[in-house]
């Protein structure tokens, strides 16, 4: 507890900065600090309890847990659009049982909980981040270019076809940060993987190996979960009528 | 008659729109919806092609209900232009061809081109590299593509400089004439009204207030401060 004790002073020097400055920060850095303490503190103790306990069936309850609170992020984040948390959580499940499922059924990653929790936290938390991008983006274009979309319909394009554009760039939105990630691994900065087997004294090669894995398996959940979500989003953003859900007024919904 | 609005009403969130709205249509010519800024009109002309719903009354297409009718089929045969330019992705004739295409089918598009007065050589051009003028007409060439027996223009020339006006104005007429369709004409602006003609309706306060022929309409909006 000392160890961290001492690193809150780090925080504790950003808020003084933020203060003596008048950045407006001190309130969330605070709030920042004592909720990760909390949340990390508590999950840390979430999974050394189920990491007593015998059986997968633990493991991925708690992966499913993961999945609901990551579908209700991203249902908040986009402003409570309707079916957003449904979408989210079918394509973040879609996309984990495959990335998982393929690894464990080819012995690359075993069940046990030291590897399924770390792996199934990493695809869920990294796969929301990318679906809150692509939401976002075809969200806010579908809005602003409304009278693009409404112009395909009126050419008698189906939903799917009018919005076919704005997809495509909310896609290659969500998935270029990741494309990215790939590129620059290793170079610019070292990976969380690749960084935690070094500190818990893996050699470098065995390090670099699992963080390979990891990033290949972050890129495909992620890359099948927004396919699985640009397949499914139509639905939610016209209605049986093949009329857009909102209107030029913001959040106003025809349903 | 193409359209019968029978006590239509529309909301807006917690503002009504449109109050119990009931006209019909002729087969053909030129149909005008106008009334000052903010009278509903726009809002009347997306009823046409189920862009909106209304939230009571009944709209008839050619006698039948337009629930009745897929939205889809409803809308190739029902064009509209928005009052500013609204390009797809791409040339101006993948933008021409779009409508056709999702039906599998090829355009004329030079036809088109010079019906709406481009130049031939515009084909290839990017659709978002047209001034406003040029790119308006595309759009009519767009929404004439897919043949329709109704074309819905929405204040088609408020972006537009006086001679783009002029050339969109003849453009009408010559429509209307060649090819004996209706359009639904939506404007705010007296002159225009008596110079596209026809007949229609006066709305104020998303009510039908009047109705008659241009030159009376426009003596009413002038009346009503339109």
């Known amino acids: 507890m000392l160890d961290i004790a001492l690193s809150s002073v780090l925080i504790a020097v950003a808020i003084i900065l933020s203060t003596v400055l008048q950045m407006g920060l001190r309130k969330s850095l605070l709030i920042g600090m004592v909720r990760s303490f909390v949340q990390l503190i508590a999950v840390g103790y979430i999974i050394h309890f189920i990491f007593q306990l015998e059986g997968i069936v633990y493991q991925i309850l708690l992966l499913v847990a993961m999945s609901v609170v990551a579908s209700f992020t991203a249902h908040r984040q986009v402003g409570g659009i309707r079916g957003v948390f449904i979408i989210t959580w079918v394509s973040i499940i879609a996309g984990s049982i495959l990335t998982l499922g393929f690894l464990i059924a080819f012995g690359v990653i075993d069940t046990t909980p030291r590897y399924f929790i770390p792996f199934g936290g990493m695809i869920i938390g990294n796969t929301m981040n990318s679906i809150i991008i692509a939401l976002e983006r075809l969200i806010s274009q579908t809005r602003d270019r409304r009278h693009i979309v409404e112009s395909a319909l009126s050419l008698g394009a189906s939903p799917r076809r009018a919005i076919h554009h704005l997809l495509k760039s909310a896609v290659r939105a969500s998935l270029i940060p990741r494309i990215n990630m790939l590129k620059i691994a290793g170079i610019i900065q070292l990976p969380g993987a690749f960084m935690g087997m070094l500190i818990a004294g893996a050699s470098p090669i065995e390090a670099a190996k699992l963080q390979i894995i ?5 890129v495909g959940c992620v890359s099948i979960s927004i396919m699985v979500l640009s397949f499914l989003m139509p639905r939610f953003l016209f209605n049986k009528n093949e009329q857009l859900v909102f209107t030029e007024e913001k959040n106003i919904l025809k349903l | 008659m193409v359209f019968a609005f029978k006590d239509v009403s529309k909301n807006r969130g917690e503002k009504t729109v449109l109050r119990g709205v009931s006209f019909e249509t002729p087969e053909s010519g030129v149909f005008m919806i106008v009334g000052p800024s903010g009278s509903g009109k726009s809002t009347l002309l997306r009823l046409f092609n189920r862009l909106d719903e209304p939230d009571r009354g009944t709209i008839l297409y050619r006698g039948r209900d337009i629930r009745s009718i897929n939205p889809r ?10 009052q500013t330019p609204a390009p ?13 295409k999702q039906l599998g089918n090829d355009v004329d598009v030079a036809g088109l081109l ?3 007065g481009l130049s031939v050589d515009f084909a290839g051009v990017m659709a978002d590299e047209l001034s406003v003028g040029e790119a308006q007409r595309m759009m009519i060439a767009r929404a004439l593509a897919l043949r329709p027996s109704v074309l819905l223009l929405d204040e088609p020339t408020s972006a537009l400089d006086p001679a783009s006006v002029r050339a969109i104005e003849t453009l009408v007429h010559n429509l209307v004439r060649r090819d004996k ?8 602006l007296t002159e225009q009204v008596r ?13 039908v207030i009047y109705r008659d022929g241009a030159d009376k309409l426009a003596d009413m909006l002038e009346r009503i401060g339109g």
Do not use: A, C, K, W
């Not at chain 2, 992705?89 to 021409?96: A, D, L, R, S, Y």
């Not at chain 2, 110079?195 to 009510?207: A, C, K, M, W, Y």
């Open chain 2, 195 to 207: 110079r596209i003609g026809g007949e229609g309706i006066l709305i104020d306060s998303g009510r």
């Open chain 2, 181 to 188: 369709i209706l359009i639904v004409f939506v404007s705010h």
């Open chain 2, 114 to 116: 010079r019906q709406v």
């Open chain 2, 88 to 100: 797809l992705p791409g040339t101006v004739e993948e933008n021409i061809g779009f409508g056709p």
């Open chain 1, 214 to 218: 990891v990033m290949y398996m972050i």
């Open chain 2, 73 to 82: 089929r409803l809308r190739r045969e029902v064009g509209i232009v928005f």
